[in-house]
């Protein structure tokens, strides 16, 4: 498949690092303009080195009552990706609200307002479009440690689901992105304990980690008219683990 989004916009939060980083290089590589929103200047800095063309925008989207302001001069958006995400670890006994209300608001309403207002816009200009939720395979499985984490992305599940339905008459398709442990910067503390690193291993029939540029792949697919015929689907980006029954 050749893919190709030339004349077409693009916005993808948390393009700084990892997963939104790989996706904003492989739009810019099939002609998109993109958009990369993300909260540390820096990475935006050596991400606008790496691609010239990007239109590069800081936000703390922690911050949700500050995003219809970041974007009222983004311009028309045909594609989204809501890739921006924060996991606060720790045991369910000792989580704080706090630390549910901050996850709950990047992982889950941010994505929501963003939706709302790109939304907005395709329909006013009837184009259609297509947005992909990144999400987790955690919003099925449970997993110590991440319940908050887990909740949320459960969250992002339902609302893409629920996106769909209303969307759909509008020609704009909405679908997420589940992929089990990449080997992103956030998660490099856990795929460098050689302990951990292999108990997830063991459970991928596929014997290793994802890597940010096979999840990027499948987002630039569902983003993609390859994919016109999908929309409200959760797809699992997961080397086989789900069909596991170990985890």
Not at 74 to 89: H, R, S, T, Y
Not at 121 to 137: E, F, H, L, P, Q
Not at 148 to 171: C, I, Q, W
Request: hydrophobic share 45%.
């Amino acid at each position: 498949m050749n893919v190709r989004f030339d004349g077409k916009r693009a916005l993808v939060t948390g393009a700084g690092k990892g997963i939104g980083r790989a996706t904003v290089k492989k739009l810019v590589e099939c002609g998109a303009e993109t958009i990369a929103l993300s909260r540390t200047q820096a990475d935006l800095d050596s991400l606008k080195q790496e691609c010239p063309s990007i239109i590069p925008i800081q936000c703390d989207l922690a911050d949700c009552d500050s995003i219809p302001n970041v974007l009222k001069d983004c311009g028309p958006i045909d594609l989204l990706v809501n890739n921006a995400g924060v996991a606060l670890p720790g045991p369910f006994l000792d989580a704080k609200p706090a630390d549910f209300d901050k996850t709950m608001a990047v992982n889950v309403k941010a994505p929501i307002i963003i939706s709302q207002i790109v939304a907005e816009g395709m329909i006013k200009r009837k184009t259609g479009g297509s947005i992909v939720n990144v999400s987790s395979k955690l919003s099925i499985r449970g997993f110590q440690n991440l319940s908050f984490y887990s909740a949320s992305k459960a969250a992002l599940d339902s609302v893409t689901r629920t996106m769909s339905l209303e969307l759909g008459p509008h020609n704009i398709r909405v679908n997420s992105v589940n992929p089990t442990a990449a080997r992103t910067k956030l998660a490099k503390p856990l795929w460098e304990d050689p302990a951990f690193a292999q108990r997830i291993t063991d459970v991928i029939p596929v014997g290793r980690w994802a890597e940010v540029s096979e999840v990027a792949s499948v987002i630039i697919f569902l983003l993609s008219d390859f994919s016109i015929m999908v929309t409200g689907s959760n797809v699992l980006v997961d080397g086989g683990s789900m069909a596991n029954f170990v985890l």
